[in-house]
């Protein structure tokens, strides 16, 4: 072969790219994280818009209430009666119930709660689901007023809390606390078992 012909060597692959498509094999080689690692950005990230989420849940009660009058009447609902004094009061309790589950989600998240971070991520992908659905079945706008701000709070949680770092962080977390469970009581006496 000529020399203008010849085929260089190929350069060796950096260790540090990963393939675009990631096969069950990589998640076992993710790198561990000490137990007193300082806590990732994805996590700090992941709680603040966990606690944003939160506001949102707020804000969007507000807008509720101010045309809770004009759904009632489109719900055949009497706002004025026993009856829709009940309905109302249902719906804020469902908000209320669900703002107290995202302010504990995002202390427990905060705390390193795998369960916490992959509740979060369930809801995230269910709400975001349901908001695609809505919009190409029924086709129910996505505006200011309505949920975008929800939608995209709930799309960056599950960006954040998805991610490596939050993961290694917070299975650390969980290995650190089971092992401080199974340790000894302090003066090294193991509980007795009650029998």
């Known amino acids: 072969m000529s020399a203008a012909g010849a085929r260089r060597p190929r350069p060796p692959r950096d260790p540090g790219k990963r393939p675009a498509i990631e096969t069950t094999a990589l998640f076992d080689r993710d790198p561990a994280a000490a137990a007193d690692a300082p806590r990732p950005a ?32 489109e719900a055949g609902v009497d706002a004025g009666t026993a009856e829709g004094a009940a309905v109302l009061g249902v719906l804020i309790g469902f908000g209320a119930v669900w703002l107290g589950v995202l302010i504990v989600f995002a202390v427990l998240i905060w705390r390193g709660s795998t369960t916490a971070r992959m509740l979060a991520l369930g809801w995230t992908t269910l709400t975001i689901v349901a908001h695609a659905i809505a919009y190409f079945a029924n ?16 799309i960056l949680v599950l960006l954040a809390l998805s991610s490596r770092p939050a993961r290694t962080w917070s299975r650390a977390r969980g290995e650190a606390r089971r092992a401080r469970r199974a340790r000894p009581h302090a003066g090294g006496r193991r509980r007795s078992a009650r029998v």
């Open 139 to 154: 086709g129910e706008e996505i505006t200011v007023r309505t949920t975008l701000l929800t939608l995209s709070l709930d």
């Open 42 to 73: 994805p996590i700090v990230g992941g709680t603040v818009l966990v606690l944003l989420r939160a506001a949102a849940t707020v804000l969007w009660g507000a807008g509720f209430l101010r045309v809770w009058p004009r759904i009632a009447e």
